[in-house]
């Protein structure tokens, strides 16, 4: 295996781009991912983007993003139709394969046009679900509930998910949610959006993107005073009907942090993408963090969630950490589907 | 000066697809009015049914009849309905276990007020009279017994 980094991130994300198209968006973006580094569009090898047709409302959309990069003269590039954190794993394959040295991630998402929890339903399979259109809050209450009467879960601990949220957010300027006075109480006091979730439990949509590069060898060393090198990552994915599945569980989750390594030695920080906090907790428990690891510092994808970048954007975070020196060993996540059907672990070291 | 030319767009995706043995037997047998399930090697019974089974991916071939009575494992209230949604009134959505099945399907409550569910309560399916081979010829479920009892 090639020793392959995270050398350079960067990311954007706000409440709505009223005025922003996708690629206005990204072309600073990439800009800045690149730059920093000193590459230009010459120097990548490879290029994987992640977007959805869904949500721009078009076929093949993400061809006019590539404008963002500069694909003249002719690039090696590919896009995968999920969260960029897949595209990442796309390039980390690549780079495994060799030939490549250097590749461009980024994806970016759009939602506030549209209503997300509606538009979602799209990814339900079309015969038993996707024609009920049920939203997503509602979906996640049938499992809210579930863990509640279950006692997988306690309203509380579901409060102080969303609490961590809210106070860690207030520092962060992606953030589009944030609160540093809210408490338990007044988590509680929230009238249900989708009973029995409040509106803290569910993760505030925004608009955004990610650009990632990531390099392999002495390259990375070269470009990168402490590249986050990625020590183990792993997906995974559970059956699509939920009623088949475990709702309080994600063990497709679980099965991708062992086979990233997760539990190998001690964690400084995790970035969980969970939409909602029910699934925040699912997945503190399947990936084995403890009271020791800090989960979502700055809000996480509870306090701004960009539809198919929020888990590149955990990525990105935990790597940030490592390139500041503030942590050692990181995990990031990201999740894909119904009630975390899919679920991808990046671990990253410094050295 | 030219004329500007014009020309109608239809934005459509035009293609058919079969259902297959499965879940086209499913869709069938809403049309007539019942509820089908898909026995797994183990003896359990999956509805709504799956052409594989989820863990080992065997081909499943037995089906069985389920319903129309079933118990309410979970719910949620949604109001307002949801713009596209078969339904355009405030309703219920629950995870309903079927008699005779063992894993649950998702769909509509018919009830008036969240205060009228509560997980493990009995539920009975409503059929609409006029019926295609669709998810939504149920109607949704609503509670087999008089309403309002264990709150």
Same mark, same amino acid.
């Given at each position: 295996?090639?020793?392959?980094?995270?050398?350079?991130?960067?990311?954007?994300?706000?409440?709505?781009?009223?005025?922003?198209t996708?690629?206005?968006?990204?072309?600073?973006?990439?800009?800045?991912?690149?730059?920093?580094?000193?590459?230009?569009?010459?120097?990548?090898?490879?290029?994987?983007?992640?977007?959805?047709?869904?949500?721009?409302?078009?076929?093949?959309?993400?061809?006019?993003?590539?404008?963002?990069?500069?694909?003249?003269?002719?690039?090696?590039?590919?896009?995968?139709?999920?969260?960029?954190?897949?595209?990442?794993?796309?390039?980390?394959?690549?780079?495994?394969?060799?030939?490549?040295?250097?590749?461009?991630?980024y994806?970016?998402?759009?939602?506030?046009?549209?209503?997300?929890?509606?538009?979602?339903?799209?990814?339900?399979?079309p015969?038993?679900?996707?024609?009920?259109?049920?939203?997503?809050?509602?979906?996640?209450?049938?499992?809210?509930?579930?863990?509640?009467?279950?006692?997988?879960?306690?309203?509380?601990?579901?409060?102080?998910? /969303? *609490?961590?949220?809210?106070? %860690?957010?207030?520092?962060?300027? $992606?953030?589009? =949610?944030?609160?540093a006075?809210?408490? &338990? #109480?007044?988590v509680?006091?929230?009238?249900?959006?989708?009973?029995?979730?409040?509106?803290?439990?569910?993760?505030?949509?925004?608009?955004?993107?990610? /650009? *990632?590069?990531?390099?392999? %060898?002495?390259?990375?060393?070269? $470009?990168?005073? =402490?590249?986050?090198?990625i020590?183990? &990552? #792993?997906?995974?994915?559970?059956?699509?009907?939920?009623?088949?599945?475990?709702?309080?569980?994600?063990?497709?989750?679980?099965?991708?942090?062992?086979? /990233?390594g997760?539990?190998?030695?001690?964690?400084?920080?995790?970035? $969980?993408a969970?939409?909602?906090?029910?699934?925040?907790? &699912?997945?503190?428990?399947?990936?084995?963090?403890?009271?020791?690891?800090?989960?979502?510092?700055?809000?996480?994808?509870?306090?701004?969630?960009?539809?198919? /970048?929020?888990?590149?954007?955990?990525?990105?975070?935990?790597?940030?950490?490592?390139?500041?020196?503030?942590?050692?060993?990181?995990?990031?996540?990201?999740?894909?589907?119904?009630?975390?059907?899919?679920?991808?672990?990046?671990?990253?070291?410094?050295? | 000066?030219?004329?500007?030319?014009?020309?109608?767009?239809?934005?459509?995706?035009?293609?058919?697809?079969?259902?297959?043995?499965?879940?086209?037997?499913?869709?069938?047998?809403l049309?007539e009015?019942?509820?089908?399930?898909?026995?797994?090697?183990?003896?359990?019974?999956?509805?709504?049914?799956?052409?594989?089974?989820?863990?080992?991916?065997?081909?499943?071939?037995e089906?069985?009849?389920?319903?129309?009575?079933?118990?309410?494992?979970?719910?949620?209230?949604?109001?307002?309905?949801?713009?596209?949604?078969?339904?355009?009134?405030?309703?219920?959505?629950?995870?309903?276990?079927?008699?005779?099945?063992?894993?649950?399907?998702?769909?509509?409550?018919?009830?008036?007020?969240?205060?009228?569910?509560?997980?493990?309560?009995?539920?009975?399916?409503?059929?609409?009279?006029?019926?295609?081979?669709?998810?939504?010829?149920?109607?949704?479920?609503?509670?087999?017994?008089?309403?309002?009892?264990?709150?």
């Amino acid at each position: 295996m090639r020793d392959i980094a995270v050398v350079s991130v960067a990311q954007h994300q706000q409440k709505a781009l009223t005025d922003t198209t996708e690629v206005e968006l990204m072309v600073p973006l990439i800009n800045r991912a690149r730059g920093a580094v000193g590459l230009t569009q010459d120097d990548i090898g490879f290029t994987c983007s992640g977007s959805s047709d869904f949500l721009a409302g078009q076929a093949f959309s993400f061809v006019h993003t590539l404008d963002a990069v500069g694909a003249v003269p002719p690039i090696s590039e590919s896009h995968v139709e999920m969260d960029g954190a897949w595209a990442l794993y796309e390039a980390w394959v690549k780079l495994q394969i060799g030939g490549v040295d250097i590749a461009l991630v980024y994806s970016y998402g759009k939602s506030s046009p549209g209503s997300l929890r509606d538009v979602l339903s799209t990814q339900l399979d079309p015969y038993y679900l996707g024609p009920l259109w049920p939203d997503a809050f509602s979906l996640a209450a049938l499992q809210a509930r579930l863990m509640l009467e279950s006692g997988t879960v306690s309203e509380q601990r579901l409060a102080e998910i /969303a *609490v961590r949220s809210l106070n %860690g957010a207030a520092d962060n300027p $992606l953030a589009v =949610r944030s609160s540093a006075g809210a408490t &338990i #109480d007044s988590v509680l006091a929230e009238a249900p959006i989708a009973d029995p979730l409040r509106p803290s439990d569910c993760a505030a949509s925004a608009d955004g993107g990610a /650009a *990632v590069v990531l390099a392999a %060898g002495d390259r990375a060393r070269e $470009l990168c005073e =402490r590249p986050a090198w990625i020590k183990g &990552i #792993d997906h995974r994915i559970d059956p699509h009907q939920p009623g088949v599945r475990d709702l309080t569980r994600a063990p497709s989750a679980r099965k991708a942090a062992a086979q /990233a390594g997760a539990g190998d030695d001690r964690l400084d920080a995790a970035e $969980l993408a969970a939409p909602f906090s029910t699934q925040e907790h &699912i997945l503190e428990v399947e990936l084995g963090l403890g009271p020791h690891t800090p989960v979502n510092a700055s809000g996480g994808a509870l306090a701004g969630h960009t539809m198919m /970048a929020a888990g590149l954007m955990r990525i990105a975070d935990a790597a940030q950490q490592i390139h500041d020196g503030r942590a050692d060993r990181v995990l990031s996540h990201a999740a894909s589907g119904l009630y975390l059907q899919q679920n991808l672990v990046c671990v990253m070291e410094g050295e | 000066m030219a004329e500007r030319l014009r020309a109608d767009l239809v934005l459509e995706y035009p293609f058919t697809r079969t259902t297959g043995p499965v879940i086209g037997a499913f869709l069938t047998g809403l049309r007539e009015g019942i509820i089908l399930g898909i026995r797994r090697p183990d003896g359990t019974v999956l509805c709504p049914p799956t052409e594989y089974d989820p863990e080992t991916s065997e081909p499943l071939t037995e089906l069985v009849e389920v319903g129309p009575q079933g118990e309410l494992e979970s719910w949620t209230w949604v109001d307002p309905p949801r713009s596209q949604s078969p339904w355009d009134q405030p309703h219920g959505l629950g995870l309903i276990r079927l008699d005779g099945a063992d894993t649950p399907m998702i769909h509509g409550l018919l009830v008036d007020h969240p205060g009228e569910l509560f997980s493990g309560m009995r539920v009975v399916a409503q059929w609409r009279s006029e019926r295609g081979g669709h998810i939504a010829d149920l109607e949704g479920f609503s509670p087999q017994e008089s309403p309002g009892t264990g709150q």
